[in-house]
């Protein structure tokens, strides 16, 4: 999946951190994935496109989940295929404006996307809670934000 880049008019893609077990990984994305807007908006800096954040996020841990080569149940691997190639359906330039945060609410393609992932959660038997946020670095007009830190640059 490649998610367009509305800022700078490229794409972007994602790595996985090495040190980050990609199964605990896949769960925290695909629960933030399967919260409601206002908690999905949460969990990360308000500078950030939260839609882009919560796809690429997806991605990134769905291929490092992959490169395991986990064995999973019919259930789980059809559950993930789903969302994941609902993800890939939506992405492109046509459906641009799906990935401005503010769709996250009244979009019915992100209700959509959030009982696809709950029906991953189920399908792994992860519980459907609030995942913890990314601890992922963004940086911004001379902002850092760290898990909701905020340091000057």
Known sequence: MVIPDRHAGTSSR????????????????VQALAQPATIQVSLFPDFV?????LALEFDAA?????ATNAVMSPSEETSLVALDAY????????NQELWDTA????DVRWERIRVLARAILTAFSWPDEVPAKNGAIYVAAGRVNRNGRVESE
């Open 14 to 29: 994602r790595e996985l951190e090495p040190s980050v077990d990609p199964s605990v990984e896949l769960r925290r994305c």
């Open 49 to 53: 496109c939260v839609c882009d954040e």
């Open 62 to 66: 769905l291929r490092a989940f992959r």
């Open 87 to 94: 993800l890939d359906e939506l992405s492109g330039p046509e």
């Open 103 to 106: 769709r996250l609410e009244s």
